[in-house]
C-alpha cells in the first residue's frame, strides 16, 4: 500500500486541496508522457540520420585519401607537401545551438570561404590533387553533421532519461500517495460523520425519553 503524504490533516478542506494537487499531477504526467513520445521520435530520427551521415563520411574520406594518395604518386611527397603549405584556410566553423522540445541540441555549421585566388598551379600539379581537395571539403561538411548528430542523441538521450524519471516518480509514488491519502481522509471523514450521526440519534433518544418521564 502506498504510503500516505506526511503532515496532512484528515478535514475536508485538506480533501479539496489534495483533489485539486492530484488532477494537476496527473495533468502534467500527461503532458509529460506526451513530451516523452516527442523526444522519443526526434532520438530515433536523429539514429537513423546518424548512419546516413556516418557512412556519407567514410566514403566521402576514403574517396578524398585516396586520390591524395595517388597525387603523391604522380607529384611526389615533397612537391605535394610544398603545394599544400600555400593553400590558404577557407574553412570557418561556427558552433551553434537549436531547441528541440524543450531541449538545447547543439551543432556545428561548417562553412567554405570563396577562393580569392587558385590556391597552387595547375600546371604542376595533378588534377587527383584537385578531386581530393573537393573530396575533403564535402567530408569535412558531412563530419560535422554527423558529430553534431551524435550530439543531438546525446542530449535527447539525456532528457529522455529525465522526463521518464519525472513520469515514474509522478505515476507510481506522487499521484499513489495522493490517492491513498485522499482514501484515508474520505474514511475519517465517513467514520466521523457515523459516530455523529449515532450521537445524534442517541441524543434525540434520550430526549424522547425525558419528555415522556415529564
Known amino acids: 500500500m502506498p504510503e500516505l ?12 486541496t489534495l483533489r485539486k494537487r492530484r488532477t494537476i499531477a496527473e495533468r502534467g504526467r500527461d503532458l509529460l508522457r506526451e513530451k516523452l513520445d516527442a523526444l522519443m521520435i526526434e532520438f530515433f530520427q536523429f539514429v ?28 611526389g611527397y615533397l612537391k605535394l607537401e610544398q ?53 575533403m571539403a564535402e567530408a569535412i561538411k558531412a ?21 521518464k524519471r519525472r513520469v515514474n516518480s509522478l505515476e507510481y509514488v506522487i499521484i499513489p500517495r495522493m490517492l491513498a491519502t485522499i482514501r484515508y481522509i474520505e474514511m475519517h471523514l465517513e467514520e466521523a460523520e457515523r459516530e455523529d450521526f449515532f450521537r445524534l440519534k442517541r441524543i434525540k433518544s434520550r430526549m ?6 415529564e
Open 48 to 75: 537513423r540520420e546518424i548512419s546516413t551521415l556516418r557512412a556519407k563520411a567514410q566514403e566521402l574520406l576514403i574517396e578524398a585519401y585516396s586520390n591524395f594518395v595517388t597525387a603523391q604518386m604522380v607529384m
Open 143 to 163: 563530419v560535422a553533421e554527423l558529430s553534431s548528430a551524435e550530439a543531438a542523441v546525446r542530449k535527447l538521450a539525456q532528457a529522455i532519461a529525465a522526463t
Open 208 to 213: 424522547a425519553k425525558e419528555d415522556v418521564s
Open 5 to 16: 503524504i506526511s503532515g496532512i490533516h484528515p478535514t475536508r478542506m485538506e480533501l479539496l
Open 83 to 135: 603545394t599544400s603549405v600555400g593553400v590558404e584556410d577557407r574553412f570557418t566553423i561556427e558552433s551553434k545551438s537549436r531547441n528541440v522540445i524543450g531541449v538545447t541540441i547543439p551543432y556545428i555549421q561548417v562553412s567554405i570561404k570563396p577562393l580569392t585566388g587558385f590556391p597552387y598551379s595547375v600546371y604542376d600539379t595533378s588534377i587527383r590533387l584537385d578531386e581530393a581537395t573537393l573530396k
